[in-house]
């Protein structure tokens, strides 16, 4: 599958051809309007909160293993 984004190579004003909010509207606007499930919005920070979220089994996994193995007592090696 090709996007098909690219940018304005004719010298113009400088401003982007294509915006967040515009390849926001356009996935909205290409949804089906039938299809009655509820959406995660993109631009959430938490997807927690609504009911549709589910957490992948190999991320439990990856935190049962941590707690497991070396417990979550410490932080990031990178800021130990």
């Known amino acids: 599958m090709r996007w098909g984004f690219s940018r304005d190579r004719s010298g113009g004003s400088?401003?982007?051809?294509?915006?967040v909010r515009g390849v926001l509207y356009k996935i909205?606007?290409?949804l089906?309007?039938?299809?009655?499930?509820?959406?995660?919005?993109?631009?959430?920070?938490?997807p927690?909160?609504?009911s549709s979220f589910r957490t992948t089994p190999?991320?439990?996994a990856a935190v049962d293993?941590?707690?497991?193995?070396?417990?979550i007592q410490f932080l990031c090696s990178s800021f130990a």
């Open 14 to 19: 400088g401003e982007p051809d294509i915006t």
């Open 28 to 30: 909205m606007g290409n």
């Open 32 to 46: 089906n309007k039938d299809d009655a499930r509820k959406l995660i919005p993109l631009g959430h920070g938490d």
């Open 48 to 50: 927690s909160q609504f």
């Open 58 to 60: 190999v991320a439990q």
């Open 65 to 71: 293993n941590a707690i497991k193995l070396r417990g």
